[in-house]
Nanobody, 126 residues
């Protein structure tokens, strides 16, 4: 089975930066679509970004495009989310997700395509 564990969340002032990490295990990492979603209290779950390790294609939600960057370290089976120019509205629980197929074969910014979810890491921007 696939296990995803996020880290790197915390509290930061508006305009600051954070980098989230997601350690993946129990999967052929390169053949899975990997991504990040977030959910704030009282709000709907929102797609942040996705990437396909096999080809490097990336996808971003409109609210984070240009500020956030998704990347991989294939050797470490680790997914990253570099978050710059953070805003209070970025405050949310951030979840690492994985789907057992290429991003191009699904809608990578739709949560229902992802079978595996990490427990989440909290990001608070004030």
């Amino acid at each position: 089975d696939v296990q995803l564990v996020e880290s790197g969340g915390g509290s930061v002032q508006a305009g600051g930066s954070l980098r989230l990490s997601c350690a993946a295990s129990g999967t052929t990492y390169s053949s899975y679509c990997m991504g990040w979603f977030r959910q704030a209290p009282g709000k709907e779950r929102e797609a942040v970004a996705a990437i396909y390790p096999g080809g490097g294609d990336t996808y971003y939600g409109s609210s984070v495009k240009g500020r956030f960057t998704i990347s991989l370290d294939n050797a470490k089976n680790t997914l990253y989310l570099q978050m710059n120019s953070l805003k209070p509205e970025d405050t949310a629980m951030y979840y690492c997700v994985s789907a057992p197929q290429a991003c191009a074969r699904i809608q990578p910014l739709v949560a229902g395509y992802y079978d595996y979810w990490g427990p989440g890491t909290q990001v608070t921007v004030s």
